[in-house]
Nanobody, 127 residues
């Protein structure tokens, strides 16, 4: 089992920044690719960004490219999502998740591939 706990959400104005963190515990962190997802009220949960086990490969949703950056620190068992130039449409609950079924440099973005999920953290961007 891997336990994931997100933090860093909050209320921010349009154009502002937030940095989300996701701390993992329970098992070794490095064998898992990690992803950030978000879900707005009444909408499906969608992939935002993902990072390979090694940290050498990343992928982003088109809507956040150039504004968000995913990174990981395997020594600290933590994955981060730096969010800049935030927009009201970024408002959602953000979840981190762990995928234990990929090779070191690969990434998968589909929700069913992710075995473990955090409880989510709310991000609200005011206009």
């Amino acid at each position: 089992q891997v336990q994931l706990v997100e933090s860093g959400g909050g209320l921010v104005q349009t154009g502002g920044s937030l940095r989300l963190s996701c701390a993992a515990s329970g098992r070794t962190f490095s064998p898992y690719a990690m992803g950030w997802f978000r879900q707005a009220p009444g909408k499906d949960r969608d992939s935002v960004a993902a990072i390979s086990r090694s940290g050498g490969s990343t992928v982003y949703a088109d809507s956040v490219k150039g504004r968000f950056t995913i990174s990981r620190d395997n020594a600290k068992n933590t994955v981060y999502l730096q969010m800049n130039s935030l927009k009201p449409e970024d408002t959602a609950v953000y979840y981190c998740a762990a995928d234990g079924g990929v090779s070191r440099s690969n990434i998968r973005v589909g929700l069913p591939f992710y075995d473990y999920w955090g409880q989510g953290t709310q991000v609200t961007v005011s206009s």
